[in-house]
């Protein structure tokens, strides 16, 4: 035989039996393995190419402003308003499939492939090793079957149980092994690549935009008030819930219990006013703002800074939506709720100029 001088057919035989399993064995988790390095590193990749994904929270938040207000479809507003974790979410995996799934650019293949060729490394290493091992202590095939698992344990899933059905093979030429195996692994190989070859982030057990949505996730408590979405980037996190600005109550459906017309007033604005609001509906009791959190929880659980610095942009989204807003919450903006004349003056351009300017990042083109 050309693998070792004197070995039997028989041997030889039984070598390549063993060899052929245990890469038959190795196919499903080598998969495995290859999908989750991929998810991991095209998260990463895209946090480092994508502005909208290279900062934190608060530059995401930003980012999507941005796209909305260019987008303009008010359908999208309430959703990214009223379902805001999940609008998020979506708008991540939109991305990571723009990027993914371009068939004109195969950045998902290409991934795929590095993955599986520094994983078939990493088992031709395995293999050499296990074999060194065994023939310097000369062990028997269970030993090589204890090093060759025990060297791949960090970086896939082989069971050792799982193999005990060849452990007690008549395997007694350990380098003729090495090169069985070697020659097993290649066709594994070969068969991955073509599965690879197509196109589709389906097979991944934990795709790229669950990762990306779990770096960039944190708090998703809304201002009781105007539903601006705290900014912590903790999930559960001590303290007060935050927001660097506020937005005009009518975003939310606020409207003055007095004369039922939607309230076009900033929180911020509000806590530094002599207003009050109501409770609910059914109740009497007023709580003056600049004390709002003596209205309990979800209030109390919110650090309201009294600012009248403001954003132009939320203010430009009233005055663009007015006639939407006023059908979704059925009130209108009239007499004390009437929209402020300067606010009907800034153009959707100041309002983005403005944002891109507090927040880089957001300002460049993905």
Known sequence: M????????QGATSITTFADFLCTKLSAPLRQAVYDKTAIDIASEMKSKLPAFNGNRLNLENSILVYLAEKEDFEEYKRYIQLTKYFFEEFIKQRVDDYCLDKN???LKNSLNNSLDSFHTL??????DATEVTKDRRGNVSLWLDEFCRRLLQHLTLPRDDLKSIEHQEVTDIEFLKEAMSKALAPV?????????????EPFSRKPHEILAEQLGGCWE????CTAPCTNTIAGHDGKHSVP??????????YFHTTDNLVPVICSSLVASDKHYRLSVSEDRLIPYKK??????PYSDWRITADMSEQ???KWFVCRFKTELEELYGRKFEGYGEIPSQWENIPKDNALRELKKLYPSVSQKE
């Open 292 to 297: 709002y959190w003596e209205g309990g929880p």
């Open 312 to 314: 132009s942009y939320w």
């Open 105 to 107: 650019n195969p950045k």
């Open 245 to 254: 600005f506020h937005r005009p109550q009518a975003v939310a459906g606020w």
């Open 123 to 128: 088992v031709l290493s395995a293999i050499r």
């Open 189 to 201: 190989v070969e068969n991955l690549k073509q599965d690879f070859a197509v196109i589709d982030l």
């Open 2 to 9: 050309s693998y070792s001088k004197g070995i039997s057919c």
């Open 222 to 225: 809304k201002c009781p008030f």
